[in-house]
């Protein structure tokens, strides 16, 4: 089966892709997402399931801006220089796992104070949700796409096995090289 570039990153290097790009984001934007919950039911804006809300949404957030400079230095660019998008399915996965995380980053910017000052709480909340539903529309988006064959839209991976069961090696894609990290 082909892959595309979105779950190539998340099955090199193992287990450090998975953890670095898919289980700290996820669980500090599921923590997030949880205590947006809590919040929105009690309206306790104080004890620790706040400050354990406001922790997740900053730190989330500017995870996530080191992500997307990330994925676009190492990934977008030179895939797109290089023309070697696996079809729309690949470019849908990796875009909207970028647009997925600026939710996050809008977040982030609210709790350290840099946006949305003269909003009240009730107001501040809102925003909170909206951007963790963004966050929750775009990420599921990128997961379905990028466990999609891009082979449905025509894509053939030159990686193939010839007549005799040998292997023709692949070009290296520049999403696999970025992610060997150490």
Request: net charge neutral.
């Amino acid at each position: 089966m082909n892959m595309t570039h979105y779950m190539e990153l998340l099955a090199v290097n193992q287990p450090w892709n998975l953890i670095i790009f898919m289980a700290i984001p996820v669980v500090l934007a599921e923590t997030l997402a949880i205590t947006e919950l809590y919040l929105l039911f009690t309206r306790k804006f104080g004890g620790a399931i706040y400050y354990l809300n406001r922790f997740a949404g900053a730190v989330v957030g500017l995870y996530f801006i080191g992500i997307i400079y990330y994925i676009i230095s190492n990934a977008i660019i030179p895939i797109t220089k290089a023309g070697e998008w696996r079809t729309a399915i690949d470019i849908v996965a990796v875009g909207s796992y970028v647009i997925a995380g600026l939710p996050l980053v809008w977040i982030s910017l609210q709790e350290l104070g840099l946006v949305n000052k003269a909003l009240d709480q009730m107001s501040k909340l809102k925003i909170h949700a909206i951007c963790v539903a963004l966050f929750l529309v775009f990420g599921h988006i990128a997961m379905i796409a990028g466990m999609l064959d891009p082979g449905l839209l025509g894509y053939q991976n030159p990686h193939q096995m010839m007549g005799n069961g040998q292997e023709v090696p692949m070009k290296e894609m520049p999403m696999g090289n970025a992610a060997h990290m150490h």
